[in-house]
């Protein structure tokens, strides 16, 4: 087998691995890295299970092959929030209960994160079209957009209090 | 498992040298988002896949006298952040950001939709009617086609198999000219055209119709031009009884195929529907951008 020496940054960290052709980059977080919190849903681009960002995309990280990512910068769920401090997107969807099996979870998250990075006060309607990619079979989608939408919110307030901050 | 390589050249030369190499055994990647679903379900078995992101021709916008040049593997979510294509073109624009989720944004390409030969592309029947030139890179040096001759019927381009799809060539429109994709599908996102149109449209000093090209996708074997469409419309005020009988045209242009989402009454009637909106809708933009 023809192996590759793939060297990308994950969540800011360098990393090396090896990897074949045809494994994908979710393959290689989740087999090789051992960075299981993105998941596997269809790996034909049609759940949004596995989003990370490459280079600041939002991708499917099933859609893109490990070699790909030679010389990316990777993001993950696993470089959203700690244990000790929840992102906000992460804390809202517990507090409006946007999940049940959490397998979509990871996906809307880092998707969700993407949009709001880019844009701090969406619409809904823009909301449900950013995150048209990410499928969750559970909740019925209400409390995952109604997570988002707090989120923002909070988001916006930590921003300018930063910047207050900054000011004074 | 099959053995299979990879490779990343920098250069065309080196792309086409790998595409020599290995006699129809490899496949080139743009965005994948096609390319790894056939992977992963068996359909392809190339023996290397060779990544034509590393090409700077293949993967940056640039802007040249008589036009824009698109580099075949550009990524919708890049090619929809360009302003001046998004408002000169702003059909191919709206049809190239059809094309799946935000996700599947960040990789998919024109380059790659055209090459799938799909008569459902959603970007080829916007690019025929902008009359985009697609340049090809072999061993004998570039050619340049027009899209409306690259694909030859679904699946099969007309490109060798020492050849790849470099870029993709928007020439520049009158002042006053607009352009509009419509899309049937049976929900709002995420989903295959039922039926595509895809409307340029050019008007005089007395707003009558000066050029008009409409193309149908996805209601017969490739992306269709309507022929009769600029007899009907040119030297005509888009209207009721112009867009009428406009919408009869595309009709008869119709070759559908029956399925599950679509049967042949069904896609045919919508055909003509969309193309009188898409031209509206083109009309419209020109007017808005006089009225700038
Ligand atoms: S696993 Fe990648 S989109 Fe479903
Ligand atoms: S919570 Fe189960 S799929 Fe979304």
Redesign the pocket.
């Known amino acids: 087998m023809n192996k590759h020496h793939v060297s990308m940054s994950v969540n800011g960290d360098p990393v090396e691995i090896l990897c074949e052709t045809q494994q994908t980059l979710l393959d290689c977080l989740r087999d090789e890295l051992y960075l299981t919190g993105t998941k596997e ?1 269809c790996s034909t681009g049609d759940c949004g ?1 596995c989003s990370v960002t490459l280079n600041g995309r939002l991708v499917c990280s099933c859609l893109v092959l490990g070699v790909e990512a030679n010389g990316c910068d990777v993001q993950t769920i696993e470089g959203i929030g700690s244990e000790k401090t929840l992102h906000p997107l992460q804390k809202t969807f517990l507090e409006e209960a ?8 990871p996906g ?1 998250i880092v998707a969700a994160k993407s949009l709001l990075d880019e844009k701090p006060n969406p619409s809904e309607e823009e909301i449900r079209y950013w995150l048209a990619g990410n ?5 019925g989608y209400d409390k ?1 957009i109604k997570a988002v939408i707090k989120a923002a919110k909070i988001m916006r307030e930590e921003n300018e209090q930063r910047t207050n901050r900054r000011a004074n | 498992m099959h053995q299979m390589n990879f490779a990343a050249p920098k250069t065309v030369a080196g792309a086409v040298k790998l595409l020599v190499q290995n006699k129809g055994r490899s496949k080139v990647i743009a965005g994948g988002t096609d390319l790894l679903v056939q992977l992963r379900m068996g359909k392809i078995k190339p023996g290397i896949i060779i990544d034509i992101k590393n090409i700077k021709e293949a993967n940056q916008i640039t802007i040249e006298k008589n036009g824009v040049r698109i580099g075949a593997a550009v990524s919708g979510a890049v090619v929809g952040e360009h302003e001046s294509i998004k408002r000169n073109w702003p059909g191919v624009v709206e049809a190239l950001e059809l094309i799946g989720s935000t996700q599947i944004q960040g990789r998919a390409s024109l380059g790659g939709n055209l090459c799938n030969g799909s008569p459902a592309a959603d970007s080829v029947p916007a690019l025929i009617a902008n009359e985009a030139i697609c340049r090809i890179a072999g061993p004998n040096g570039k050619r340049d086609i027009k899209v409306q001759n690259f694909v030859k019927s679904p699946s099969k381009t007309i490109l060798k198999r020492d050849e790849i799809l470099t870029s993709l060539f928007l020439p520049d429109k009158p002042n006053k000219s607009s352009s509009a994709y419509l899309r049937l599908i049976p929900r709002t996102e995420m989903d295959i055209a039922v039926v595509g149109v895809a409307a340029s449209l050019t008007l005089d000093e007395n707003n009558k119709c000066l050029d008009a090209i409409i193309c149908l996708g996805a209601v017969a074997p490739k992306a269709t031009v309507v022929k009769t469409a600029k007899k009907i419309l040119v030297g005509k005020k888009i209207n009721n009884d112009s867009l009428a009988t406009l919408g009869m045209a595309c009709e008869d242009t119709c070759d559908p195929i029956n399925d599950t989402r679509g049967t042949i009454a069904y896609r045919t009637k919508v055909a003509g529907v969309l193309a009188k909106r898409a031209v509206q809708i083109a009309h419209t933009r020109i007017l808005e951008k006089a009225n700038l």
Do not use: D, E, H, S
């Not at chain 1, 499928?135 to 909740?139: A, K, S, V």
């Open positions: 849903g299970a946007a999940l049940q099996c959490g397998v979509c979870t809307f499928l969750c079979r559970c909740t995952i």
